[in-house]
């Protein structure tokens, strides 16, 4: 069904489930199963997806250079999540928990998409930014993984250097990659931010903003510890 699902019922009931599947994985962190299982799980969900949503494209002759390559964020998101899970090196974690969490939450909270439930289309977008979400909590929760200051530039500098390819990508295939060659169709959080191109340089300044949001529960953390030592010294 065509139209906006923004806040629809199905939206709803799908955000609830991300936060029930995100409870479930807090409880069940600490079992000794959850470090392959759980990895292995999500890897499933996040492969199969993509792997589900392509076979989609071209057996329904879908398949668009302008709509259809891995280029928005959320899809290389997924990538750098495979990645992450299978190699488990921090420096791809440090990149993908601002990217991932950031991008996939604007997604859920904002989807831009034009089918409701059970149409193929709805399902493989929320198992795919439900999995993003995931795969970057079971690295926190499981793996036990940190976040240092640091780490917001390196994910800002990754970041930039993402938005410089694509910016070509979408020149080359006439596509909006990441949405930097216009808005996107559905409302969303860019409608606030200028018209086209100055939208852009205005998002390089929200995601700062955002990504200094998703540090500071690390920075809160690093704080008290930081007074709890003082206080055992003394």
Same mark, same amino acid.
């Given at each position: 069904? +065509? ?5 629809? #019922? ?9 936060? @029930? ?46 709509? #259809? ?17 299978? #190699? ?15 991008? @996939? ?13 059970? !149409? ?7 198992? @795919? !930014? ?11 929760? *499981? ?19 993402? @938005?410089?390819? *694509?910016?070509? *990508? ?62 055992? +010294?003394?």
């Amino acid at each position: 069904m +065509e139209g906006s699902l923004l806040f629809s #019922t199905s939206h709803i009931i799908s955000l609830c489930i991300t936060f @029930a599947l995100l409870l479930i994985l807090f409880l069940l962190r600490n079992k000794a199963w959850m470090r392959i299982g759980g990895r292995c799980f999500i890897i499933l969900c996040l492969a199969g997806s993509e792997i589900w949503l392509n076979y989609w494209y071209f057996s329904t002759n879908m398949w668009d250079i302008r709509y #259809t390559l891995p280029f928005q964020l959320c899809s290389i998101s997924l990538y750098l999540c495979v990645w992450m899970l299978a #190699t488990r090196q921090r420096w791809v974690f440090e990149v993908v928990y601002f990217l991932g969490v950031g991008g @996939a939450l604007q997604a859920l909270l904002t989807p831009e998409l034009f089918y409701d439930f059970p !149409h193929f289309r709805f399902l493989h977008f929320f198992i @795919a !930014h439900i999995s993003i979400i995931l795969a970057v909590f079971y690295m926190l929760w *499981v793996e036990k993984f940190q976040i240092k200051f640091k780490s917001v530039w390196k994910a800002f500098a990754a970041l930039n250097v993402l @938005a410089f390819m *694509v910016f070509f *990508v979408n020149r080359f295939t006439g596509g909006n990659y990441m949405f930097l060659a216009r808005k996107p169709t559905n409302a969303s959080l860019i409608d606030f931010l200028g018209p086209y191109p100055w939208y852009i340089l205005s998002l390089e300044l929200v995601v700062l903003l955002i990504f200094f949001l998703l540090y500071s529960p690390f920075f809160i953390r690093e704080k008290r510890h930081s007074k709890k030592k003082g206080k055992a +010294e003394n």
